[in-house]
């Protein structure tokens, strides 16, 4: 079946500009993850979510960062006032109900900030 | 917190040879799973083998096996007869079994390379 699908593939915007970035999950994946990876890292999370409600928002770096999820399928993560060290890798990964199963991931977006 | 180390940020085996990438982490938790992924330059994350903590046998996933050691917090990942398509960077995860967020811990990657 389909895979994690992450629209734009690439994102260019300059700073200051509020950008939105889509996730699709596999069909059926209770839980959706947003993780961020800068050049040359690991991928660090920003927020989970288990159907429509986010979970843990814990890793989102400021109050610029929003993410929802409102009909459990869908995710958007949205960046107010883009800055410069915002640019990176941002993956989304989804997951069948339980903790044991491996989260699968989307080909990520690629956001620069001018 | 949870941390990752992996301890290799290169690592390069010749086609048809073993490699072995190195990972320990820090928990006080006694129930937690581990994964490796791999990551090609095309940027999408996937998995290659994942290891539930409270299993003692070592997993094994065709060509990739892991060696877990509990006591010292370490999860090494074999690949043995390495191929040109396993070139990438590998990532070893950590992830909480139930309590806390369900987050995955990831190291920094090892950049793997294979030569012909």
């Known amino acids: 079946g389909a895979g994690v699908s992450q629209s734009p593939r690439y994102k260019v915007a300059k700073r200051g500009q509020d950008v939105a970035l889509r996730c699709d999950p596999i069909?059926?994946?209770?839980?959706l993850f947003w993780y961020q990876q800068a050049l040359g890292q690991g991928p660090e999370f920003l927020t989970y979510?288990?159907?429509?409600?986010?979970?843990?928002k814990s890793g989102l770096p400021s109050d610029r960062f929003f993410a929802e999820r409102p009909e459990g399928s869908v995710s958007t993560l949205k960046i107010q006032r883009t800055q410069q060290e915002d640019s990176a890798v941002y993956l989304c990964?989804?997951?069948?109900?339980?903790?044991?199963?491996?989260?699968?991931f989307g080909d990520g977006t690629r956001l620069s900030i001018l | 917190a949870q941390t990752v180390t992996q301890s290799q940020p290169e690592m390069s085996v010749q086609e048809a040879e073993t490699v072995t990438l190195s990972c320990t982490y820090d928990?006080?938790?006694?129930?937690?799973?581990l994964f490796w992924y791999k990551q090609p330059p095309s940027r999408q994350m996937i998995l290659v083998i994942r290891?539930?903590?409270?299993?003692?046998q070592n997993a094994t996933e065709n060509r990739f096996s892991v060696n877990f050691q509990k006591a010292a917090k370490s999860f090494s990942l074999k690949i043995s007869d390495s191929q040109l398509g396993d070139a990438a960077m590998y990532f070893c995860?950590?992830?909480?079994?139930?309590?806390?967020?369900?987050?995955?811990?990831f190291g920094k990657g090892t950049k793997l390379t294979v030569n012909p």
């Open positions: 069909s059926g994946h209770v839980s």
């Open positions: 990964a989804s997951r069948q109900g339980r903790v044991n199963q491996p989260q699968h």
């Open positions: 979510f288990q159907n429509e409600a986010q979970l843990d």
């Open positions: 290891q539930e903590a409270y299993k003692q």
């Open positions: 995860a950590y992830g909480e079994t139930q309590g806390g967020s369900e987050k995955l811990v």
């Open positions: 928990t006080s938790e006694s129930d937690y799973y």
